[in-house]
């Protein structure tokens, strides 16, 4: 098997600050997670995280005008990228230098008067706004500068938080925090001085225009809405003759030779957010909404310029929905539409959709992304990750679940396709979850808790039908709890067995009964991991922080179970334990920077790898070693990580090289003094202007802390570290559960929801000078059907695939199947049933086509009946070690047998169950049919 694995999804964190942003059409959403994008296909319930990688973590994102296929992407250093939205691959980046960028906003027209239809860039940076031109829509060579600064506005006393371009592109609003609006006027190319716009009390969350360049509006963070109207020195000299329009702001205007003629507003309404305290004065007759309770502030808002909508996030975890009217009477409230609780904590940031009719609200507090249709009253999202930090995962079989466990007790299942949560559990343990553990044969899940409980999880009922404990808690007669660190669970689902960190002993249950069997000692220190193993998966492996591991084999003959103690050299502590998958090796990673492979048979040391020095190049300082270690599902390949080190080391088991290094990058900790040191100031200064005396202190306790030569700026975050990994048994995809920003999972090129936006890689088989999509097209065309079929496999790519396969006439069917090396079945497998059923765990598109579900559903079927009737025996030859893949001395028998039974199992369940899906669904069509066509018969013999 060849290690192709990149990211594809971050789990457990589905926000973590900026601003959500949906597409033009409504149905996609982009959420920053740290310093990477999730996207979140609402209407096809799939999410997927783009390669794309920021420096820090990401403040602002926009969609770059008129198609929006591009991403404009800032993190909070003021680092910008431009992002292609489907790929996720970063085309150009520049900096945006002045300060921390807040907003940006791009204008809804090109510039006026330039011929390569560029369009207007306004980034609030610092206490400025700066001004951007685009690059040409129609250039089609590469620029040296896509994006050319034109001009810096300045004015505020204070950051600007927001901006907005009017609808002709020639006006722009800008608020700030110091509780003031700018009106800048674009006219040819040059700005003129601001006019000053004041009347909020606090800092402005929002600005937008209305429906044209008269009308806009402004929220700020007290919940007041202000409406204002607009005359233009053009049109107020055409109505009413004036030639001169006081103004408030006293600063000179520039030098640009324009005249000092600047737009008039008048406030037409200002009124106060308001909220119902409670349902039954909502639904009362003959009652206005209350307002805000005491402490709850307006923390972002978005406005629907089309439906003139205005959508703003409380500080309470609330959202509100208001209709805006323009010409309303003095003093008239806002007429509410909606209010939703979205998440227990304050609102980051609120999103209208094009359509008007969803609302995307997030909060970072809490890792919680919700999409509610407000006309409906339903949820077309909500998403939430673990309250604590994630620290166990477990693999289901088929390898389409994964299972997470975390430190707040919860125990949550992900779809490794659509990358959702699909169901959670909050009561099953009191206690933080440390392992978890699926049984192959039956899918139960069990559970290992600090709180001396260990929760078996029936997961075709969805409900934890047994609570294992210790003997002495089981009995009464103490009332000792044992702390449980590890859990493993037999193939077959009947033995459960768990490790406890005090006292140093291993418990093993009878499922079926909840009893206790046997209670294992023998360890001098607690134990850290467990794994089955062996021939009949009766082989228990226990490590342990005496520096040692014991294998205790469970189906021995006699009344006590034997032990055979496998003994480190330097005696350090033993961290974790995995069996190889034919179960006659295992792999105990060690405190003292080593991995070590043993053989269970002998009892023998087979090899020693030392990884200190590559977990020192992750990053390790303190704990230079690796705390967790797996095999893959072939057993080529070790997967470690963990102690200090921020990156995930794969090595070659036979040569113990390393062969990939994945780095766990995270915004949220690669905050640099500078950075910390500036976000302290900022607080500081918002503690100061919103009269906090705590937040104050607070921050400016920081800033001492953080001067030159203090000693607590040599580590000012905690490291990202790995608490667990774990490899797919259908060698799909693996995944790790890092301490701060949940679960990374990688797979192969093409998998899961990535499969219907990304290209697929260019992966060949038995490439040759003649594997050519020249030579498909010229076989294609003297009807050589098998010789097509053949080279589009060997070059694997998708497109080639499908069209010499839809090429095949019916009548050819048999003979060109019979003829197709079986090497090549698994892939064919895995696309017919694609065809059949929508995308499946494997690479669907290329960078020309979408593998889509087709409605030749005979044609393929066909396919899939002369396939298996000519390669079935050779399935079979291949479940036993032989058959398709011919063994070398480098890789014998049981290794590279079972490495190709992986991958043909994986087309083959993947086929069953959309054959199966395909059964339940004309089953009873066909029943249906069936009974009305008897009854028909019946009333005509009548």
């Known amino acids: 098997m060849v290690w192709n694995y990149q990211l594809t999804n971050i789990w457990g964190a589905s926000y973590t600050g900026g601003n959500v942003l949906f597409t033009l059409d409504g149905k996609t959403l982009w959420s920053p997670v740290g310093n990477r994008l999730n996207v979140v296909h609402l209407t096809e319930a799939q999410a997927h995280t783009l390669p794309f990688t920021a420096r820090s973590p990401l403040e602002c994102v926009a969609l770059v005008p008129p198609h929006g296929r591009l991403l404009f992407a800032v993190d909070v250093d003021g680092y910008a990228s431009v992002v292609h939205a489907e790929h996720g691959m970063a085309l150009h980046r520049f900096r945006l230098k002045g300060g921390r960028v807040r907003a940006v906003a791009f204008s809804p027209v090109p510039v006026v008067g330039d011929e390569a239809d560029r369009y207007w860039l306004a980034a609030a940076v610092g206490r400025t706004v700066q001004i951007w031109r685009t690059p040409s ?320 999880i029936d997961l075709k009922r969805y409900r934890a039908f047994r609570r294992l404990q210790a003997p002495a808690a089981d009995s009464g007669s103490s009332g000792l709890s044992y702390p449980f660190t590890c859990v493993a669970v037999h193939d077959s689902g009947e033995l459960v067995c768990a490790g406890a960190r005090d006292p140093f002993v291993v418990c093993v249950w009878q499922v079926r009964t909840g009893k206790v069997l046997e209670v294992l000692s023998g360890h001098e220190g607690p134990i850290t991991a467990l794994s089955l193993g062996g021939a009949h998966g009766g082989l228990l492996a226990s490590a342990s922080w005496d520096g040692t591991v014991r294998l205790w084999n469970l189906f021995a003959a006699g009344s006590r179970v034997d032990c055979q103690v496998l003994a480190h050299p330097q005696r350090r502590e033993v961290l974790d334990v995995a069996f190889h998958p034919d179960g ?231 003979p060109v199947a019979r003829a197709l090396p079986t090497a090549f079945l698994p892939p064919l497998l895995r696309l017919l049933a694609r065809r059949l059923g929508g995308p499946v765990g494997a690479a669907t598109t290329t960078t020309t086509t979408t593998t889509t579900r087709s409605p030749r559903w005979e044609y393929h079927l066909r396919w899939c009946e002369r396939l298996l009737t000519h390669h079935g025996h050779a399935c079979c030859r291949n479940a036993t070690g032989g058959g398709i893949v011919r063994p070398t001395a480098a890789y014998p028998r049981h290794r590279r047998g079972a490495a190709h039974n992986l991958t043909l199992d994986a087309a083959l369940i993947a086929l069953q169950r959309v054959l199966q899906r395909y059964r339940d669904t004309l089953q009873p069509l066909c029943d249906q049919n069936r009974y009305l066509l008897r009854v028909c018969t019946d009333d005509a013999v009548r």
Request: with cysteine.
């Open 137 to 456: 829509v129609h250039h089609i060579y590469p620029e040296y500068a896509p994006f050319m600064r034109d001009k810096v506005l300045t004015g505020h006393a204070d950051d600007v938080t927001c901006v907005a371009w009017s609808p002709s592109g020639r006006r722009l609003l800008s608020g700030s925090r110091d509780r003031s609006v700018r009106l800048f006027t674009v006219v040819h190319g040059t700005h003129e001085m601001a006019t000053v716009i004041r009347g909020h009390r606090e800092r402005v969350v929002l600005v937008a225009f209305g429906g044209c360049d008269e009308e806009a509006l402004s929220v700020s963070r007290d919940g007041t809405v202000a409406i204002w109207n607009v005359e233009y020195p053009e049109d107020a000299a055409e109505e009413a003759g004036t030639t001169d329009v006081p103004s408030e702001d006293e600063q000179p205007a520039a030098a640009l030779d324009l005249p000092n003629k600047k737009p008039v507003v008048r406030c037409r309404n200002k009124v106060n957010v308001r909220v119902s305290s409670s349902d039954a004065e909502a639904t009362a007759e003959n009652s206005t909404p209350a307002p805000l309770p005491p402490g709850t502030q307006v923390r972002c808002a978005d406005y629907h310029r089309a439906k003139r909508l205005l959508a703003v996030g409380l500080s309470s975890g609330a959202f509100a929905l208001f209709a805006i009217d323009f010409n309303p009477s003095p003093g008239a409230p806002l007429q509410r539409l909606c209010l939703m609780s979205a998440a227990p904590q304050l609102l980051r940031t609120v999103a209208i959709n094009a359509g008007g009719d969803w609302i995307a609200a997030a909060s970072a507090t809490v890792a919680t992304l919700v999409v509610w249709e407000w006309p409906g009253e339903k949820y077309v999202l909500k998403q939430q990750g673990h309250a604590r930090e994630m620290s166990a995962l477990a693999y289901a079989p088929d390898g389409a679940v994964v299972a997470t466990g975390g430190d707040d007790g919860r125990i949550k299942l992900w779809s490794t396709v659509s990358g959702f949560c699909a169901l959670t559990w909050d009561d099953v343990h009191t206690g933080a979850v440390t392992d978890l553990a699926f049984a192959a044969h039956t899918g139960l899940l069990c559970s290992a808790s600090l709180d001396g409980t260990v929760r078996v």
């Open 584 to 814: 006659r090796q295992l792999v105990s990673a060690v405190a003292d920077g080593t991995l070590v492979l043993w053989d269970t048979h002998e009892a023998e040391v087979m090899a020693t790898v030392d990884v200190r020095r590559d977990a020192r190049q992750a990053g390790a300082r303190d704990a230079v070693y690796f705390s967790r270690v797996a095999y893959s599902a072939d057993g080529e390949y070790l997967v470690a990580g963990g102690g200090d080190a921020s990156a995930v080391c794969v090595y070659a088991a036979a040569t113990q090289q390393r062969v990939a290094q994945y780095p766990l990058t995270s915004g949220s900790n690669n905050s640099n003094h500078d950075n910390i040191r500036n976000g302290a100031a900022e607080r500081e200064r918002e503690a100061e202007a919103e009269g906090d005396v705590v937040a104050l202190r607070e921050a400016r306790r920081t800033l001492h802390t953080l001067l030159p030569g203090a000693r607590s700026t040599r580590r000012t975050t905690s490291p990202l570290r790995v608490r667990h990994l774990a490899c797919c048994r259908t060698a799909q995809t693996w995944a790790v559960v890092t301490d701060t920003d949940g679960l990374f999972l990688y797979a192969q090129a093409g998998w899961g929801a990535r499969a219907t936006t990304a290209a697929a890689a260019f992966d060949p088989q038995q490439l040759d000078v003649d594997v050519t999509p020249a030579a498909v097209q010229q076989a294609l065309v003297r009807r050589e059907w098998a010789t097509a079929l053949r080279v589009a496999l060997r070059l694997n790519e998708t497109f080639y695939v499908e069209r010499a396969l839809e090429a095949v006439p019916v009548d050819a069917i048999d």
